[in-house]
């Protein structure tokens, strides 16, 4: 798909306009010359914008209407941030699923967007975040016999190739030397070999990079706290922490920010087996910090706990990390809103306000002392489960016991990565809220 800005209309152009006598997104086609879509006493927002622009690409897909011209008139002083948010939309929407071995589905029919005011830059770095988002959906989408922890570094590396950027994978063996006793406990119940992934881009000299840590399940089948049957396929997907860190650094990489960015991907695959852990095993992780593992399914806190102590190496001025860590978060947050969690108000702020701007939501909920004490274990430091009550808080409260050295803050995308049902598939989620996030730091 093409975007562009020209100030005139050509022949064979569709061109749109906004109705404010029409109800809210709603459309009337006349002929293949005129699209009117609906504006009707609805505010202009971050939000509108890009249900309208999604509408205008679905209209025009379903008209099989190949160009699109958009006037600037209808969105006043939104100019720019309509380009950026159409552009982002309509690519997003573009987006197709690789299916293995299969060509890919036919092409949609809009081909060419025309903005009739606004700044290329707007464009570029439109692109560069639906690019970012679309490698989230592409690792999120496919399947865990594909996606693997070595694939997932072989990723890292491609992208580090693309954008000259820095990347380092640790091997079982690095792990095991580093002390990484909680993160390998993961691990050694599957035959695929564990990675950590670190990627750095320098674009701002030698300032302390803002670090993202991202959860890459390839596969979470529980362990030995075996999940339930139906709907496990779907537990491909955790490892959309992981694949939305790496989008976050393609689209900063591409549009070359004057930032410095490190993402550490703990990248395993949870499995139940002879040599796999056991619930009442205790294990070392590498902050010293013993833990009783009372349920095996409760495995992402114990792999990012020993890749957030791990992260201090980078001496980070913040650590953001980034994970589908609880079903808890669904129950309460539902699909709209991620969960974010932080040892720091400012960082907390920063990331609600990020979200809201990039149509990207998060949602704060509490860290109290109150909950921590659920962690309690007799045999160890702490149990890695906390009860039935406020699972999302209290995997923030495991979590939280390894990054007092630094500003942090966890955000639980369980329920935002993807959707379910007819539709099924990753959404790119929160890859605009990072990247709003760190374009706001500049
Ligand atoms: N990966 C899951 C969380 C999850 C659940 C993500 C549903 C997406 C959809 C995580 O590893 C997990 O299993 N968490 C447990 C924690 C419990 C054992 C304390 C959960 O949420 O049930
Ligand atoms: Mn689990
Ligand atoms: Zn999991």
Redesign the pocket.
Known sequence: MKFKINKSITKGQTKVVFDKTLKFNKVAFKDGHQLNIGIKDQEINEKTLQKLAITLAQTANQFNLESLFLPATAVEFWVDEFVHIATCAMANNDYQIQKIDLEPTEKNALQNVIFEAGKQGSIDSALALANGMALTRTLGDMPSNVCTPSYLAQSAQDLAKEFSLNCEVLEEADMSTLGMGSLLSVSKGSIEPPKLISLSYQGNGKAKPIVLVGKG?TF?S?GISLKPGAGMD??K??MCGAASVLGAMRAVAEMKLKVNLTVVVPAVENMPAHNASKPGDVVKSMSGQTIEIL?T????RLILCDALTYAKKFDPKVVIDVA?????V?IALGKHHCGVMANDQDLANDLIEAGKRANDTAWQLPLDDEYDELLKSNFADMGN?GGREA?TVTAACFLSRFTKDYRWAHLDI?GTAWVSGAKKGATGRPVPLLTQYILDQI
């Not at 399914?297 to 992402?300: H, I, M, Q």
């Not at 589908?324 to 808890?328: K, Q, R």
């Open positions: 399940v979470d529980g779907e537990m997907y955790d349920n399914d409760a495995e992402g589908t860590l609880t079903g808890a669904i489960i699972g369980a």
